[in-house]
């Protein structure tokens, strides 16, 4: 090789150096992107992941809730129920099932608490932590969902008189509700009827249905109310016919015609029933306390 050589090699290496840093670059550029975009796709699926989670919550609740009250009705609780417990347990075996189905990522969900929405009767509250790692991401979050209780069938009558008749949306009391009964004109209860699934009364404020045809169409419909001496449905399905938190009452249709009977509003009958006067609402024989004819407008 000459001396023109000898440059023409050096020369090539020296062009190969900068060559071979700028391929170095693109290398790790590429690489860099590529983790982007696994990161992308990561993140999405994890929200995805959450979503999942999110909307899996209230509906296994209604499940677990629905089941808890054919428990209920069937007669196998226990008396001594922890009904948040049961049900929180119940929601939580559910969602670790959920959660082991996301199998790319490390996905967990603790159900913290189930209790009554402190402002609707009609709701439950489920208060949970997620918790999600896959690959560099580390994402947690604390998730409150609002199940609604209406639609359910009511424990209570089945929790405080046992086996009772029903279809889907009243029941039978036969001679049950009288035998609980211990005076009064107990006999206008042989034969009572009630609504069975948990309905949320549309005519607010409760006084308007001292207007015409609206307590017939309540009663006839079987809905429920707001109540602070009524039970929560939680406390329902332990068979409390009264709580400290906010709850629910409804009417139970008496058979018998009397001038005065205990009064016809649920909690009443189950705990320690008391006189209420005759009111007959459109064919409907119901008795109504002071109180009760003031908070739906009952003129006497
Ligand atoms: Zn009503
Ligand atoms: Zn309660």
């Known amino acids: 090789m000459d001396d023109g050589g000898y440059v023409m090699a050096g020369f090539s290496l020296l062009l190969m150096v900068p060559a071979m840093i700028l391929a170095l670059m693109i290398l790790s550029i590429d690489d860099s992107s590529v983790e982007r975009s696994a990161d992308r796709s990561l993140s999405e ?9 999110r909307d ?20 196998t609780l226990p008396p001594d129920l922890d009904a948040r417990a049961r049900v929180r347990a119940g929601v939580q075996g559910r969602i670790d099932r959920l959660c082991a189905v996301h ?4 996905l967990s969900c603790r159900v913290n608490s189930v209790e009554g929405a402190t402002d609707d009767p ?20 604390n998730i409150s969902v609002r199940v609604p ?61 001292g207007s015409s045809g609206v307590l017939y169409t309540c009663l006839l419909n079987g809905y429920y109310h707001e109540s602070h001496d009524g039970s929560c449905y939680l406390c329902r399905l332990e068979g409390k016919t009264s709580c400290p938190h906010l709850g629910l009452e409804t009417f139970i249709i008496p058979s018998g015609n ?23 609402v459109s064919g409907f024989i119901i008795y109504l306390d002071g109180a009760h004819r003031k908070k739906y407008g009952v003129i006497q």
Not at 47 to 53: F, N, S
Not at 61 to 71: D, M, S, W
Not at 122 to 132: A, L, M, P, Q, Y
Request: net charge negative; aromatic share 8%; with cysteine.
């Open 103 to 106: 199998r790319n990522m490390n």
């Open 122 to 141: 009609f709701c439950i509250e489920v208060n949970s932590t997620v918790d999600i790692r896959a690959g560099k991401i580390h994402h947690t979050e």
């Open 45 to 53: 699926s994890m929200t995805g992941a959450l979503w999942d989670i």
């Open 149 to 209: 209780v209406e639609d359910l069938p009511d424990p209570l009558p089945f929790r405080v008189l046992g086996r009772l008749q029903h279809n889907e949306t009243s029941i039978e009391y036969g001679r049950s509700l009288m035998d609980h009964l211990s005076s009064g004109n107990r006999e206008a209860y042989d034969g009572a009827s009630g609504p069975f699934l948990i309905r949320r009364c549309p005519y607010e404020p409760y006084t308007i249905h």
């Open 56 to 75: 899996s919550i209230p509906v296994i609740t209604r499940e677990v809730l629905n089941g808890t009250a054919q428990e209920a009705i069937n007669g």
């Open 258 to 280: 009397f001038e005065e009977a205990p009064v016809s509003v649920d909690h009443v009958l189950f705990t320690t029933a008391y006189a209420g006067e005759l009111h007959n």
